[in-house]
């Protein structure tokens, strides 16, 4: 069978938001074969939602020889209530119907057709015989690949609706859901890779030298305006605990042994610090130093004398401490390569005992120097 489609005219009624077409046939065909019929050409059926409707349609169908044409509400039974395709809609106006009708002839008229002939009855209603032959009176929705930007567009009997992807808003799905600006991490920086903060962006967190990610090292802005996971944090880097020191003992700047915790020793009376008297955190987790030893003096000299030729010298030394041990010196002892020197310090004076060695000549030539400074 061939039909002849005839396009009347876009319409959107300024009173309503409606924006769709109306269509008819030039045809007639029972009321099944106009319903697939719309439904192949257009959208569907057309459905009437109110009287404004109703007269504006009327007012752009024909008046042809036959000015009969199917509408989409029928009912299955005589004592069922009228049902508009599309939404189920029960819409009736109190005017709808033409003079004696629905009259439900022989009990078997469940289709509803609208005259648009001149006079009374143009623009009311008649139930009809399913089977008889009317024109199609269809609508068009609106939707296109440009109507709804990042979602599918559903056409509603007199609307179109954007049905948005997930991470997207606005009546065209025009917008991105946005996440709220990430509180700037302690110790480190965020890199997003977008401009703006939407969904999808992912930002990563970058730490500063001596900082360690603590957890997931990127959020990414989620559908839902959140961010995925808990807020980014830089740890400090913790350096290995630090032993109790034999003989002495040590406190640290920040109570914790983390990057750029300094911790210094101290040895109990008595005791001499061996090596780098302070240590600190380093960005790789790394004290900076061996820390020191805390050794005797006695020890401390026996050590450093560790020849013959330096035992004299090493007794003077230790005699000179021991007979001022009673009075309170604090001692520091410097090493490197080419020479050893014990610092004797006393609240009233400095006494400097500098004692060097070439390494080559070593233990032979062995200098002394005593310096004595009020
Ligand atoms: C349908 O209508 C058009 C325009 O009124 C007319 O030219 C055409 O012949 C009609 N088609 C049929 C099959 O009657
Ligand atoms: C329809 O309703 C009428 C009364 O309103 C009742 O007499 C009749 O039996 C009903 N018919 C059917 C098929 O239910
Ligand atoms: C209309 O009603 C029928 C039958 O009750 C139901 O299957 C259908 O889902 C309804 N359609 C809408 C759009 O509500
Ligand atoms: C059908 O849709 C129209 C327009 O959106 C609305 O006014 C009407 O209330 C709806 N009817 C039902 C039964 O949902
Ligand atoms: C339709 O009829 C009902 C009852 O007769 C009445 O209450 C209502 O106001 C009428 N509506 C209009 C638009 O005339
Ligand atoms: C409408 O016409 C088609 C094709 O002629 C037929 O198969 C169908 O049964 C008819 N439907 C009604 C309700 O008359
Ligand atoms: C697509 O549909 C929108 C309304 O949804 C309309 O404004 C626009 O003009 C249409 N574009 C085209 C190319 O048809
Ligand atoms: C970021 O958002 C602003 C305002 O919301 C907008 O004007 C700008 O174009 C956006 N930039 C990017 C890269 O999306
Ligand atoms: C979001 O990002 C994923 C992975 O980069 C990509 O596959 C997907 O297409 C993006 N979705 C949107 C809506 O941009
Ligand atoms: C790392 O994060 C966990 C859980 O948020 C926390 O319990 C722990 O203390 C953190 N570690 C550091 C070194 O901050
Ligand atoms: C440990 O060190 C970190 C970084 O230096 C500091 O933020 C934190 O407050 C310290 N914790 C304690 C218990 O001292
Ligand atoms: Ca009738």
């Known amino acids: 069978m061939k039909w002849t489609l005839i396009l009347i005219f876009g319409s959107c009624l300024a009173e309503t938001t409606l924006c769709w077409t109306y269509h008819y046939s030039n045809e007639t065909m029972n009321w099944t074969q106009a319903r697939e019929w719309c439904q192949k050409y257009f959208t569907d059926m057309v459905v009437i939602q109110n009287q404004a409707e109703n007269d504006y349609l009327v007012s752009i169908l024909p008046q042809k020889n036959s000015p009969y044409f199917w509408i989409g509400i029928t009912r299955n039974h005589m004592n069922e209530s009228w049902i508009w395709i599309g939404n189920n809609s029960t819409w009736i106006g109190n005017n709808s119907w033409a003079p004696n009708e629905p009259n439900n002839v022989h009990a078997t008229e469940f289709c509803v057709e609208i005259y648009t002939n001149t006079g009374q009855n143009r623009g009311k209603w008649n139930d009809e015989k399913c089977n008889k032959l009317k024109h199609a009176a269809c609508f068009k929705t609106q939707c296109n690949e440009s109507s709804c930007e990042r979602g599918r567009c559903q056409e509603a009997i007199n609307s179109i609706t954007c049905l948005c ?52 090292s990127f959020v990414t802005c989620e559908d839902t305006g959140d961010w995925s996971g ?103 002892l410097y090493r490197n390569k080419r020479f050893t020197a014990i610092l004797l310090q006393h609240p009233s004076k400095v006494i400097h005992f500098s004692v060097s060695h070439r390494k080559e000549t070593f233990p032979r030539k062995v200098s002394v120097e005593i310096i004595r400074l009020s």
């Open 230 to 332: 808990p807020r980014l944090t830089c740890a400090a880097v913790e350096c290995p605990p630090l032993p109790q020191t034999y003989n002495g003992y040590h406190s640290c700047s920040a109570g914790n042994q983390t990057f750029k915790t300094t911790c210094h020793f101290k040895c109990d009376p008595g005791f001499l610090v061996i090596g780098s008297p302070a240590v600190t955190c380093g960005e790789t987790g790394v004290w900076s130093g061996p820390r020191p030893i805390c050794t005797s003096y006695k020890q401390a000299l026996l050590a450093l004398a560790g020849c013959g030729a330096f035992s004299t010298f090493c007794c003077i030394c230790f005699c000179c401490i021991k007979h001022r041990q009673s009075q309170s010196f604090s001692t520091t």
């Open 165 to 216: 992807e997930r991470g997207f808003k606005g009546d065209r799905c025009q917008t991105a859901v946005e996440c709220p600006p990430l509180p700037e991490p302690y110790n480190g920086y965020h890199s997003c890779l977008e401009g703006n903060q939407t969904f999808n962006t992912t930002c990563r967190l970058k730490c500063d030298p001596g900082f360690f990610i603590n957890g997931s």
